[in-house]
């Protein structure tokens, strides 16, 4: 069995993986990337937020990404029953952040930055899985990684990146899951040529279709003429569907008295059968441990509502990346304060906006009449990705202001 010796492993060339290993490369940094799947492959979380843009830029990976043409997203609409919310970038709490961001096609847009992390000379082996790693009382490991040929060899590193995603390598390796606190919901999606598509802005704006409180649907439009559309609801409600899962996707969507007549009816045109994945949300014991990071998905996934997945990726993996780099040059980190409690900070924010949107009391903030301006900017920098702001009070008191205020305007 053949033997690697690195600084630091990666395991996932995903958004998180490839801004890890950039910063780390720029670094001086020996850092390699083993990735499971060939590129390019489909993955869902098609919508970023404007925060995720910081990240790019930081690591020289915003210029390729610019190249490629997608779709902006300068805000997002929400939809209820004739009632239209809008929220712009541009009119957000934190002023100094991003004012927009892409609507992408994960294979392309993963591909993209796997190719610009390449040549910025970081090494990616794909087609290859992690399926043992034993830690010594150093932080020191030992990886085996199997190609796809099954020959095995072992990877020796100072530190490990976990970037693996819906994979959850290390959670599942270490035995680190542990049952997430959201609600059970489920989700059927798809890709559809947008023959129907509307010229203008209506055509390509991202939008979100409450058809009941707990249950909506996403229509997200790329540049290329095909558009993502998905349904997410209880489990219950999703598996009360019946018939194939074109069949059952169609039935959804002619719930939409918006958009069943641009989708109801265009299963010819699906790109791949639609796909379902039940109970989604995920949680782990711990964010890190001694040699180790989990990032992004790896270490918790929310809720798809309001599209924090890429950006708590490329959060993490940055931060990790950083915090580690400066373990390898003998400097003490201090993994509980500074990546611990500050990513766990802006994930307990948003899983706040998610238990509060199937509550109903965040829908009924956004649905108010008239619109109280300072609240929508302060939610809007929210909605930005930019949870770390104690300046606004919907980051620094998230657990109760959007009760206290849903519960004010009931009255």
Request: aromatic share 12%; net charge negative; charged share 25%.
């Given at each position: 069995?053949?033997?690697?010796?690195i600084?630091?492993?990666?395991?996932?060339?995903?958004p998180?993986?490839?801004v890890?290993?950039s910063?780390?490369?720029n670094?001086?940094?020996?850092?390699?990337?083993?990735?499971?799947?060939?590129?390019?492959?489909?993955?869902i979380g098609?919508?970023?937020?404007?925060r995720?843009?910081?990240h790019f830029?930081?690591?020289?990976?915003?210029?390729?990404?610019?190249?490629?043409?997608?779709e902006?997203?300068?805000?997002?609409?929400?939809?209820?029953?004739?009632e239209?919310?809008?929220?712009?970038?541009?009119?957000?709490?934190?002023?100094?952040?991003?004012?927009?961001?892409w609507?992408?096609?994960?294979?392309d847009?993963?591909?993209?930055?796997a190719?610009e992390?390449?040549k910025?000379?970081?090494?990616?082996?794909f087609?290859?899985?992690?399926?043992?790693?034993?830690?010594?009382?150093?932080?020191?490991s030992?990886?085996t990684?199997?190609?796809?040929?099954?020959?095995?060899k072992?990877?020796?590193a100072?530190?490990?990146?976990?970037?693996?995603?819906?994979?959850?390598?290390?959670?599942?390796?270490?035995?680190?899951?542990?049952?997430?606190?959201l609600p059970?919901?489920?989700?059927?999606?798809?890709?559809?040529?947008?023959?129907?598509?509307?010229?203008?802005?209506?055509?390509?704006?991202?939008?979100?279709?409450?058809?009941?409180?707990?249950?909506?649907?996403?229509?997200?439009?790329?540049?290329?003429?095909?558009?993502?559309?998905?349904?997410?609801?209880?489990?219950?409600?999703?598996n009360s569907?019946?018939?194939t899962?074109?069949?059952?996707?169609?039935?959804?969507?002619?719930l939409?008295?918006?958009?069943?007549?641009?989708?109801?009816?265009?299963?010819?045109?699906y790109?791949?059968?639609?796909i379902v994945i039940?109970?989604?949300?995920?949680?782990?014991?711990?964010?890190?441990?001694?040699?180790?990071?989990?990032t992004?998905n790896?270490s918790?996934?929310l809720?798809?509502v309001?599209?924090?997945?890429?950006?708590f990726?490329?959060?993490?993996?940055?931060?990790a990346?950083?915090l580690?780099?400066?373990?390898?040059?003998?400097?003490?980190?201090n993994?509980?304060?500074?990546?611990?409690?500050?990513?766990?900070?802006?994930?307990?924010?948003?899983?706040?906006?998610v238990?509060?949107?199937?509550t109903?009391?965040?829908?009924?903030?956004?649905?108010?009449?008239?619109?109280?301006?300072?609240?929508?900017?302060?939610?809007?920098?929210?909605?930005?990705?930019?949870?770390?702001?104690?300046?606004?009070?919907?980051v620094?008191?998230?657990?109760?202001?959007?009760?206290?205020?849903?519960h004010?305007?009931?009255?």
């Amino acid at each position: 069995m053949s033997r690697e010796i690195i600084d630091v492993l990666v395991i996932g060339a995903g958004p998180s993986g490839c801004v890890s290993a950039s910063y780390l490369k720029n670094n001086g940094v020996n850092v390699k990337i083993i990735e499971k799947s060939k590129f390019p492959r489909y993955v869902i979380g098609e919508s970023l937020l404007p925060r995720c843009m910081d990240h790019f830029d930081e690591v020289g990976l915003l210029e390729c990404l610019k190249e490629q043409n997608f779709e902006p997203k300068k805000g997002a609409r929400f939809l209820r029953n004739g009632e239209v919310c809008n929220f712009d970038f541009s009119n957000k709490h934190y002023e100094e952040g991003w004012d927009w961001t892409w609507q992408v096609p994960r294979a392309d847009f993963d591909n993209a930055l796997a190719i610009e992390t390449q040549k910025k000379g970081v090494e990616i082996e794909f087609e290859s899985a992690v399926t043992n790693v034993v830690f010594d009382d150093n932080g020191n490991s030992i990886t085996t990684v199997v190609d796809k040929n099954g020959n095995k060899k072992t990877i020796e590193a100072k530190f490990v990146v976990d970037s693996s995603g819906y994979g959850r390598v290390l959670p599942r390796l270490l035995n680190l899951d542990k049952p997430s606190s959201l609600p059970k919901h489920a989700s059927i999606f798809t890709q559809v040529k947008d023959i129907r598509r509307p010229e203008g802005k209506e055509g390509t704006t991202i939008s979100f279709d409450i058809l009941e409180t707990q249950v909506w649907l996403w229509v997200i439009p790329f540049s290329n003429g095909n558009t993502s559309i998905g349904l997410v609801g209880p489990t219950e409600f999703i598996n009360s569907f019946k018939g194939t899962p074109y069949e059952r996707l169609n039935q959804m969507i002619k719930l939409s008295a918006y958009y069943k007549d641009r989708f109801v009816d265009l299963e010819s045109e699906y790109l791949f059968e639609p796909i379902v994945i039940q109970n989604f949300s995920k949680s782990v014991k711990q964010l890190y441990g001694k040699g180790y990071a989990l990032t992004g998905n790896s270490s918790e996934f929310l809720d798809p509502v309001f599209s924090s997945g890429v950006t708590f990726a490329t959060e993490s993996g940055l931060l990790a990346a950083k915090l580690a780099y400066k373990e390898l040059k003998g400097e003490t980190v201090n993994w509980e304060k500074d990546y611990h409690d500050y990513i766990a900070h802006g994930v307990a924010v948003f899983r706040t906006y998610v238990n509060e949107w199937y509550t109903g009391n965040l829908q009924e903030l956004f649905f108010y009449q008239p619109e109280n301006e300072t609240v929508k900017k302060q939610i809007c920098s929210v909605l930005a990705g930019y949870v770390w702001d104690e300046t606004n009070p919907f980051v620094k008191k998230h657990e109760r202001v959007i009760a206290n205020f849903a519960h004010l305007i009931k009255q």
